[in-house]
């Protein structure tokens, strides 16, 4: 079995300021995870993925996030937060194997506010 | 190079009827998957289909049933609808020999509302 949990449904930044958006995950087998963005009356957009290479992972649009397997987590953040990255938020995981294998488990989502 | 496409983008149908969602899979993409996403809710896994078979299913009665074409298009067709199964129907793409690992490339979804 697999699970997501997003800590926080709602974020408020301003403009320049630091973007952190918490994921936690659980999974029997290793994991395999993602961040999402959705925009307004849009699918989802892959910003991210972890998927066994390096623990700190690179997106589009300034976005990272580290995969720390004691912890159990998957943060995702932006040094410098930008109005256009208003949106709401998604971390989903899969496994690499097993009966989830290929089927995506999403969090609640985290809808993130930038202030100017 | 065309993307995972949805159509109808909205429907809007009466308690009890049927609906059929059409999906066309990004190119060179041969798994098709369908997610339901409720109001405020995270996406939820309906079932995953390749080589014309479904072959995952999350939790969802069997009204919901759905089809793979040869060509790797895919239908999600509900059958009695409820109040409930109001959502925003997400059609989702990746190639089979890299699932998993692959990212699903998702379309833009079909707005359902049941009145």
């Known amino acids: 079995a697999q699970s997501v949990t997003q800590l926080g449904s709602h974020v408020s930044v301003s403009e320049g300021a630091l973007v952190l958006l918490r994921c936690n995950y659980s999974s029997s087998v290793p994991p395999y995870l993602f961040w999402y963005v959705q925009y307004p009356n849009q699918g989802l957009q892959l910003l991210l993925k972890?998927?066994?290479?390096?623990?700190l992972v690179k997106g589009i649009n300034g976005f990272e996030a580290e995969f720390k397997k004691s912890e159990t987590s998957f943060h995702l953040t932006k040094p410098s937060a930008h109005m256009s990255d208003a949106a709401e938020y998604f971390c989903?995981?899969?496994?690499?194997?097993?009966?989830?294998?290929?089927?995506?488990?999403f969090g609640q989502g985290t809808i993130l506010t930038v202030h100017p | 190079d065309a993307g995972v496409t949805q159509s109808p983008t909205h429907l809007i149908k009466t308690r009890g009827q049927q609906v059929t969602l059409r999906c066309s899979p990004k190119s060179g993409h041969d798994t098709v998957s369908w997610y339901q996403q409720a109001l405020g809710q995270g996406p939820q896994f309906i079932f995953q289909y390749y080589e014309e078979e479904e072959r995952q299913r999350g939790n969802f009665p069997d009204r919901f049933s759905g089809h793979q074409f040869p060509n790797y298009s895919s239908e999600l067709n509900v059958n009695a609808l409820l109040l409930g199964d109001s959502a925003l129907y997400l059609c989702?793409?990746?190639?089979?020999?890299?699932?998993?690992?692959?990212?699903?490339?998702f379309g833009n979804g079909t707005r359902l509302t049941v009145t």
């Open positions: 989903a995981v899969t496994s690499s194997g097993g009966t989830s294998y290929g089927k995506l488990t």
């Open positions: 989702a793409s990746s190639p089979t020999r890299t699932l998993g690992s692959s990212p699903l490339h």
């Open positions: 972890y998927t066994s290479a390096a623990t």
